[in-house]
């Protein structure tokens, strides 16, 4: 069974701090997605990542996945408030084929002036 | 507007009777699929459908049916609603890249309570 792990689970930070969440998941899988949620409201897609060593930014947010380590990580960079949310990673079951999804708990994060 | 609908939007219904939530997407994606989402657990996958006719089960299937006789819509049904399954429920849908699942868009959610 697939198990996504997210660390840590609840921040609270401040403008200006840069700080990293982290996916660790159980198999192999070389497929790695990230979502953001705001309170009260559907779910948005950031990144897909789709091979060893992928990386991708999007302003002050930038994803990776290594996949032997079994880890992605999502860097928050001088943090603003409007990225106030819970942000979730998900990871394909099969390991590159179009198959099911297992998300994380999530990450519910919240940025102070 | 590129977008995934969900009905109804709130629902609150007693236990046992069947009720269906409708999903359908104008985007002409294969993939759709629906997820549960509950306080502390985070979201669950329910079913999912690669193409017309193609279902298969998730992480959380008990409970449910789906179906996928068209292309655009994917319902879920709940024969039997148990109060196990009050929750707030989203369904998406995503096209393929490099042989896999690409981005999924989301519904607004449907906010199911079973009495």
């Known amino acids: 069974e697939l198990k996504v792990e997210q660390n840590p689970l609840f921040l609270s930070m401040q403008e200006g701090k840069n700080y990293t969440i982290y996916c660790n998941y159980s198999?192999?899988?070389?497929?790695l997605y990230w979502y953001r949620q705001d309170p009260g409201k559907s779910l948005e897609s950031l990144f897909v990542l789709l091979s060893n060593g992928a990386v991708k930014q999007e302003g002050r947010l930038m994803a990776s996945l290594d996949t032997k380590a079994r880890l992605s990580t999502l860097h928050i960079t001088a943090a603003v408030h409007d990225l106030s949310a819970t942000y979730f990673c998900?990871?394909?079951?099969?390991?590159?084929?179009?198959?099911?999804?297992?998300f994380g708990k999530g990450t519910h994060l919240i940025i102070q002036p | 507007e590129a977008q995934v609908t969900q009905n109804p939007r709130y629902l609150i219904t007693v236990t046992g009777k069947k009720l269906t939530v409708t999903c359908s997407q104008n985007m002409n994606h294969e993939y759709m699929s629906w997820y549960r989402q509950d306080p502390g657990l985070g979201l669950r996958q329910i079913y999912y459908?690669?193409?017309?006719?193609?279902?298969d089960k998730g992480d959380v299937p008990e409970g449910y049916k789906v179906s996928r006789k068209e292309k655009r819509n994917f319902p879920l049904i709940l024969e039997s609603p148990s109060p196990n399954q009050t929750s707030l429920y989203f369904c998406?849908?995503?096209?393929?890249?490099?042989?896999?699942?690409?981005?999924?868009?989301f519904g607004p959610g449907t906010r199911l309570t079973v009495l």
């Open positions: 998900a990871v394909d079951h099969s390991g590159g084929g179009a198959d099911g999804l297992t």
């Open positions: 459908s690669m193409n017309v006719e193609v279902t």
């Open positions: 198999t192999t899988s070389d497929r």
């Open positions: 998406a849908s995503s096209g393929f890249v490099a042989g896999g699942v690409d981005e999924q868009f």
